[in-house]
């Protein structure tokens, strides 16, 4: 039995199938955009500071690369 859920993933899904190669990468950017905002209003950051967090939490726990080290070496 399908339902509500499944029909709404299938339409979505059927959406963005009609979309130009350039109208996805708009959409990822704007919504990229507005994933920022509202981690910023939440934290009441300002842009800057809101993608230098979301940029230190990217990098957290993960391993150094070894060449780049080498090459700021």
Not at 30 to 57: H, I, K, M, P, S
Request: charged share 40%; with cysteine.
């Amino acid at each position: 039995m399908r339902s509500v859920a499944d029909d709404l993933r299938d339409e979505s899904r059927a959406a963005d199938e009609r979309l130009t190669p350039e109208e996805r990468i708009e959409l990822a950017l704007r919504l990229g955009d507005e994933d920022l905002e509202a981690f910023r209003l939440a934290r009441g950051l300002d842009v800057e500071t809101a993608r230098r967090v979301l940029q230190l939490q990217r990098q957290t726990g993960r391993q150094p690369s070894k060449c780049i080290l080498d090459l700021l070496s």
